[in-house]
């Protein structure tokens, strides 16, 4: 069943699987352990010419003991499937409720927008009636946190 919570979520838990790939990426590289950079110097017989040297080691600051790291890797992977659970359920509630009722919760939770410019988008007169046409229809779902 999907409440008041659940939808507020949905914005979090889009931008937390998002975020979740970026610190799955950074981990790999972190595993990769590799570090590379650019040094100058120069031939050490004449002529003196300058040269750039590229020089690739482990960066011991960063490195962890891979067994970790294949943990956080773990750990990383459920959060992100967690997160998407979230989102789907929210988007099959959205796909089982009614378009106008759908319309009214992606303009005010996913949109972020005014009750007035919601019951403007939907035809209403007033913003409290684009409040309680959401909020009957919420409670008709046996739910009982008013929006």
Request: hydrophobic letters at 40%.
């Amino acid at each position: 069943m999907v409440n008041r919570n659940v939808i507020a979520e949905y914005e979090d838990a889009c931008r937390l699987v998002e975020e979740t790939e970026s610190d799955l990426i950074s981990l790999k590289k972190l595993y990769e352990g590799a570090a590379v950079d650019v040094v100058r110097g120069s031939n050490p017989n004449f002529p003196y010419e300058p040269r750039t040297f590229r020089i690739e080691g482990v960066d011991y600051a960063e490195y962890k003991n891979p067994t970790e790291i294949h943990q956080l890797e773990v750990i990383l992977r459920e959060r992100k499937e967690l997160a998407k659970e979230k989102r789907m359920a929210v988007e099959y509630w959205m796909n089982a409720v009614p378009s106008r009722i759908a319309r009214i919760v992606r303009m005010k939770y996913f949109m972020k927008k005014s009750w007035s410019d919601v019951a403007f988008a939907v035809g209403l007169n007033t913003p409290e009636a684009a409040r309680m046409e959401l909020t009957r229809f919420m409670k008709g779902q046996d739910i009982q946190k008013e929006l």
